[in-house]
């Protein structure tokens, strides 16, 4: 949930006149969810928001998925993707159900304006820079940031030229990602035992204005595509206020909450979205129980796939599974996963890690897209019992 706030010039009260200085109105647009009943802002164009001169289809390259048959925990090594585009016309599938779609881009292009009409994003950057500019502003983005932007909302990226390209894990909602209700009180404020609270939150602070006359918008929805031209530039709003905008949150500012014996994974999660959830794992002291074991013990999550996205540090738990930056494992429901052999004796007596990963767990299976076939570790599957027999593995 994001706190009210206001930018740029608006009228004293919602849905009263407010003029330009030639005395005409400015055009005021509501952008809300859950019909009117959810969060919301409006919106002030100087010109209508509505006014479309055109509309096409756009035809897109399919990125279909295929189930994870025969069922395997994989990992995917996400560095040997191909390195180029933007980062919306550059995703590379690597899995998705119906209520999630999860995507890698290594972009070095700016895109074009773009709006997703399905649901929400959240766009992890792995590494690189970038400014992320929508009808609401502009904000700065790099390493370590999510990026969450509300359903519908038009933006562009311009990536940092001369710089690395922006490596990042894009996660599509099919509806709306919060923080987890338990972190809010009853009229929406962070409580104190929250991980974060508003002050890690950042949103754009003054309006971005643009002019231009038939300004293409590809819109995704349900049906496909869209190529919408307007009569004028959507960057066009003077103010705006509300509880519904875009806004950055930087994993670093995520404070991990610890215990005596190992914690189970809830207390990283960071937000939830219909059918999912996103998870911070980040450094942390270990558990202060003597007898304590800093490893995670062998886990069958029977309602969820794990999916890991490894971005910094050392993985203690995965050392000997071949797991490096970049790299994404899933373990999925019907496997029982845990800590490589050697992992659990190792961690005793650890007083903390440095490692730092996103975790999304959905509720319904994922399947697996092209990307992530691509840059599967095959013997990935097979890496918990070496050691434990007197044969080769890797040859299943």
Sequence with gaps: MTYYRQVGEIPHKRHTQ???PDGSLYAEELMGVEGFSGEYSLLYHEHLPTAIVAAE??????QAVEP???LKPRHFRTNELKVGGDPVAGRQLLMGNDDVRLSYVAADTASGLYRNAIGDEVVYVQSGAATFESVFGRMQVGTGDYVVIPT???HRWEVDAGGEPLRALVIEAAGHVRPPKRYLTPRGQFNEFSPYCERDLRGPDEPLREDGEDVAVVVKHRHGSTRYTYAYHPFDVVGWAGQLYPYVFNIADFEPITGRVHQPPPVHQTFEGPGFVICSFVPRKFDYHPQAIPAPYNHHNVDSDEMLFYVGGEFMSRKGAGIELGSISLHPTGFTHGPQPGSVEASIGKEGTEETAVMVDTFRPLSLGAA???CEDADYAWTWARGTKGEAF???
Excluded: I, M, W
């Design 18 to 20: 407010f003029r330009k």
């Design 57 to 62: 289809d756009v035809e897109l390259e399919t």
């Design 68 to 70: 994870n048959h025969p």
């Design 152 to 154: 519908g909302t038009t």
């Design 372 to 374: 992530a076939l691509a």
């Design 394 to 396: 890797g040859s299943h």
